[in-house]
């Protein structure tokens, strides 16, 4: 008799749920979450790009090489408990062994001229839609 007990549910499926809500998916795709940081103005949640992500520039050489990250890029996801959650994205940077010039893969995090993610920008064009001027 009773009520019947409840499970929490797997860590790894708790964290995949999480990700997904703080995170859009299309950054999940190409990203690992590698931290996340708070400080009393902000969240900043850091991810680094997936391994074996090859620029199409290199795709046909054989000798490529990892060569560290390129400058991070910091957007605006959203807020979330009265403070701002920025995703800090770090691109990895690869060469060709024993020559100079570097690579990175090229994505589209940001709406245009802004620094916020583009699920972020259709919900804020919405809202303002909503109240009439």
């Not at 019947?4 to 190409?30: G, H, N, W």
């Not at 046909?60 to 979330?80: A, K, Q, R």
């Amino acid at each position: 008799m009773g009520r019947k007990r409840l499970t929490c549910p797997p860590l790894e499926e708790l964290y995949a749920t999480v990700s997904k809500m703080l995170i859009p998916e299309f950054i999940l795709q190409d990203f690992d979450i590698y931290g996340a940081t708070e400080s009393t103005k902000k969240w900043v949640i850091e991810l680094r790009e997936k391994e074996g992500r090859i620029p199409e520039a290199l795709r046909s050489v054989s000798d490529v090489v990892f060569d560290g990250y390129c400058n991070p890029i910091e957007t605006l996801s959203h807020s979330f408990v009265c403070k701002p959650v920025y995703l800090q994205l770090y691109r990895r940077r690869y060469k060709q062994s024993n020559k100079d010039e570097h690579f990175s893969n090229e994505y589209d995090f940001t709406l245009k001229g802004l620094k916020i993610v583009p699920e972020l920008g259709v919900f804020l064009k919405e809202e303002d839609r909503r109240f009439p001027r």
